[in-house]
């Protein structure tokens, strides 16, 4: 069974910097497309950042602005998004996603529950 669990959500003030972490179980990072995704409550859930293996491309959102950025460690089977400048427009539930391409959701086979970043001007 795979499993991604998120860490590193929690409270920052804007202007400050988070952390998100993902492990796997039962995937192994290096493999697939890894990205991490957002969504705010009663909106969709959209892209954030991801990483095609395959194309060898990072893909940011536009409000990313060079503000986030993904990266993995393939020894730990985990993968990172360090996100700084955070507004409270950043303010949601981020999930880890891993698959067979990105950005579009539908080549993601695999979700984390989610870790839940919240911005306070």
């Known amino acids: 069974e795979v499993q991604l669990v998120e860490s590193g959500g929690g409270l920052v003030q804007a202007g400050g910097s988070l952390k998100l972490s993902c492990a796997a179980s039962?995937?192994?990072?290096?493999?697939?497309?890894i990205g991490w995704f957002r969504q705010v409550p009663g909106k969709e859930r959209e892209g954030v950042s991801c990483?095609?293996?395959?194309?060898?491309?990072?893909y940011n959102a536009d409000f990313v602005k060079g503000r986030f950025t993904i990266s993995s460690d393939n020894a730990e089977n985990k993968v990172y998004l360090q996100m700084n400048s955070l507004t409270p427009e950043d303010t949601a539930v981020y999930y880890c996603a891993a698959g067979r391409y990105c950005p579009t959701e539908y080549g993601i086979d695999y979700w984390g529950k989610g870790t839940l970043v919240t911005v306070t001007s």
């Open positions: 039962g995937l192994t990072f290096a493999r697939y497309a």
């Open positions: 990483f095609d293996r395959d194309a060898g491309t990072t």
